[in-house]
């Protein structure tokens, strides 16, 4: 069992920037694929990115956040992180962080476990 608590979300103007983190508590963090979705007001959820499991560390993102999105993963720490940079209002969604052991790094996969979300708010 793995659970995940977003953090490090809120209001940010246009082109700025904004780090999400996201603590996992359980066992074994370092199997996890941790991927990063969100969804906005009215939409369905979406791929933001993964970096795979152990060490190497392989990220993938979506088109729409790829060059201003990168994900990293502190193993030591349980912990992933989604920094935004170049932020656009059409960025604005709750963020939710997801797990998935062994899992693939390109979708489409459904991860095994889900934290709450944080709302990201771009304003211009």
């Known amino acids: 069992q793995v659970q995940l608590v977003e953090s490090g979300g809120g209001l940010v103007q246009t082109g700025g920037s904004l780090r999400l983190a996201c603590a996992a508590s359980g066992r074994a963090f370092s199997s996890y694929t941790m991927s990063w979705f969100r969804q906005a007001p009215g939409k369905e959820r979406e791929f933001v990115g993964a970096?795979?499991?152990?060490?190497?560390?392989?990220?993938y993102y979506a088109d729409s956040v790829k060059d201003r999105f990168t994900i990293s993963r502190d193993n030591a720490k349980s912990a992933v992180y989604l920094q935004m940079n170049s932020l656009k209002p059409e960025d604005t969604a709750v963020y939710y962080c997801a797990a998935r052991q062994y899992g693939p790094v390109i979708p489409p996969y459904e991860p095994n476990y889900w934290g709450q979300g944080t709302q990201v708010t771009g304003s211009s």
């Open positions: 970096i795979s499991w152990g060490s190497l560390g392989t990220t």
